[in-house]
């Protein structure tokens, strides 16, 4: 089973940063791509970032200027590192790895900007 553990959320103002991190339970990152995922309340759940096994990535429009993805294969671990923040992109976000029809799910962080 493989398990994602994310990090790094909480309540920041308008502007500021904060990096979520993605941490797994063994050594996906070669085979597996990575997601974040956002739902913010009353909404439907969306694509913020992707990174592919080989360092591919890609991000939503909405937050292209602002987000970026990264992964550390030594650490097991995938980044979302997330600036000037805006109210909108009060969410929970979330974690996935996918490969083909697998696909995993972390249990996901709070992130609220607000001031």
């Known amino acids: 089973q493989v398990q994602l553990v994310e990090s790094g959320g909480g309540l920041v103002q308008p502007g500021e940063s904060l990096r979520l991190s993605c941490a797994t339970s063994?050594?996906?990152?070669?085979?597996?791509?990575m997601h974040w995922y956002r739902q913010a309340p009353g909404k439907q759940r969306e694509l913020v970032a992707t990174c592919t096994s080989g360092g591919t990535t890609g991000i939503a429009d909405s937050v292209k200027d602002r987000f970026t993805i990264s992964r550390d294969n030594t650490k097991n671990t995938v980044y979302l590192q997330m600036n000037s923040l805006k109210p909108e992109d009060t969410a929970v976000y979330y974690c996935?790895?996918?490969?083909?029809?697998?696909?995993?799910w972390g249990q996901g962080t709070q992130v609220t900007v607000s001031s």
């Open positions: 063994r050594n996906i990152f070669s085979i597996y791509t």
């Open positions: 996935r790895a996918t490969m083909g029809p697998l696909t995993y």
